[in-house]
């Protein structure tokens, strides 16, 4: 396997969805903001549409992984004004999951940014979205905030009540963290 990057967003070939038996609750301490994830009754397939607005993005740059000819991966990064490089998406084909492809796009991605002269990277997930959570623990991010209001105003986020709508989660990761 290995990772590169292109000048298109390449198309994968499967339908993105995880099956998910844990909910992410997010508690505060003396060290910061740590995850923790508790079982449900019964796991549920998370699907995770295209990002609205990838064919319109300026200036993205895009990693790709590859077994033998194969695209399994993408990420795609955005620069940011704050000096972080946002990672915007990152799809692994199921198959190919848990063999390193994602994290090695995000080490592809951290190297890059970094050459650029940036902090590092920046991601944002929601606290529903638990196999992205773990992910992102997995690869060295470190959880550093959380914004209450910021998916509260999505259709079927408003029919919750206040206490039990999503939260925005925001990953940062440095080199050498």
Known sequence: ???????????????????AGEQVGVRISRLGLTLAYYPVPKAEWISFPEMPGMDEMRNPVIF???????????CVLLAERNQWMELVD????????RCGAGKAMVGAALAYSVK??????????????????QFCEHCGFMLQGMDRMALS??????????AQRACQLIFYLQKGS
């Open 64 to 74: 790709a992984a590859f077994r033998e000819d194969q695209i399994i991966g993408r």
């Open 1 to 19: 396997m290995y990772v590169k990057r292109v000048e298109t967003l390449p198309p994968l070939s499967h339908a993105d969805s995880s099956l």
């Open 116 to 133: 650029q002269g940036f902090a590092g990277l920046k991601t944002f997930t929601s606290d529903r979205n638990p196999v992205m959570c």
């Open 90 to 97: 990152i799809r692994v084909d199921p198959a190919f999951r």
């Open 153 to 162: 105003r999505l259709p079927e986020e408003r029919e919750r009540p206040m």
